[in-house]
């Protein structure tokens, strides 16, 4: 934690960010390119089934209530 913190402090990060950083390193994750997660995003949405809600839909669920 020590340490941590002394390379929050010297990097000027948010023990958030710093949290965030050492996750990301631990699992190596790398940064890529806007482009390509874009393309994959694209390729994910196209393989899930979408199912369209209606304001009728949405109405009779209102009315209904909660179980």
């Known amino acids: ?3 941590s913190n002394s390379a929050r402090k010297l990097h ?4 958030n ?8 390193m631990a699992l190596g994750r790398r940064s ?3 482009q390509t997660l874009l393309e ?5 949405r196209a393989r899930i089934p ?4 209606s304001l009728d839909w949405i109405d009779k669920a209102k ?3 909660r179980p």
Do not use: F
């Open 63 to 65: 009315r209904q209530g």
């Open 40 to 44: 994959g995003i694209r390729e994910l």
């Open 12 to 15: 000027k990060r948010s023990l």
């Open 17 to 24: 960010q710093e949290a965030i950083l050492c996750l990301d």
């Open 50 to 53: 979408v199912k369209r809600v």
């Open 1 to 3: 934690m020590a340490r």
């Open 32 to 34: 890529q390119d806007p």
